[in-house]
């Protein structure tokens, strides 16, 4: 099974700074279709996720274009421009590019806070 | 507004067995594909279970496969997991998911334990 692998595990970060977070996954995401199915969720405390990005770089409907992701084949990145107190939360990449089962691989979870 | 809530978590007995329910609204239930994801208290996202829109494809993860069983009724706007010969490791918040993951219920808890 593909392993993906999250740094930071936690995250400080002041109000209004950038934050990065990124994820590394064990292969290439890139599928026989040309995709690669690689998102990110955010959970803040408390909730269920919520899907932020998705096929590396696209924003789900809602999600503020703070938020931005990049990156291809092993090595991804969610960046935030200018993090709000509502940031606060775990943020989970994932992947469905390995023909299921498993449908979906999740990183460990970051971790990030106010300072 | 797409709303997925999910209901039948509780506490039960190693050995013993739960189903668990997710209605579905605001949009086309019977066009989607399903998921079920959970989280053990304090860690991190696991997949479970995932259906095709009909039925016809159903997949498992080795933690689950042989005990756990997906289905779902259209007609009923509801998914479903029925749970058997559960075990501690069981323990966590089971989430409905409508498929790529976009959408999420509130979850819901199944602790077992004896």
């Known amino acids: 099974d593909i392993v993906m692998t999250q740094t930071p595990l936690s995250s400080p970060v002041t109000l209004g700074q950038p934050a990065s977070i990124s994820c590394r996954s064990s292969?290439?995401?890139?599928?026989?279709?040309?995709?690669?199915?690689l998102s990110w969720l955010q959970q803040r405390p408390g909730q269920p996720p919520r899907l932020l990005i998705y096929?590396?770089?696209n924003r789900f409907s809602g999600v503020p274009d703070r938020f931005s992701g990049s990156g291809a084949g092993t090595d991804f990145t969610l960046k935030i421009s200018r993090v709000e107190a509502e940031d606060v939360g775990v943020y989970y990449c994932m992947q469905a590019t390995q023909p299921p089962p498993p449908m979906y691989t999740f990183g460990q979870g970051t971790k990030l806070e106010i300072k | 507004e797409v709303q997925l809530v999910e209901s039948g978590g509780g506490l039960v007995q190693p050995g013993g067995s739960l189903r668990l329910s997710c209605a579905a609204s605001g949009f086309t239930f019977s066009s989607y594909e399903m998921n079920w994801v959970r989280q053990a208290p304090g860690k991190g996202l696991e997949w479970v279970s995932y259906i095709s829109s009909s039925g016809s494809t159903i997949y498992y993860a080795d933690s689950v496969k042989g005990r756990f069983t997906i289905s779902r009724d259209n007609a009923k706007n509801s998914l479903y997991l029925q749970m058997n010969s559960l075990r501690a490791e069981d323990t966590a918040v089971y989430y409905c998911a409508r498929d790529p993951l976009d959408r999420w219920g509130q979850g819901t808890l199944v602790t077992v334990s004896s």
């Open positions: 096929k590396i770089s």
């Open positions: 292969q290439s995401l890139v599928h026989s279709d040309g995709n690669t199915y």
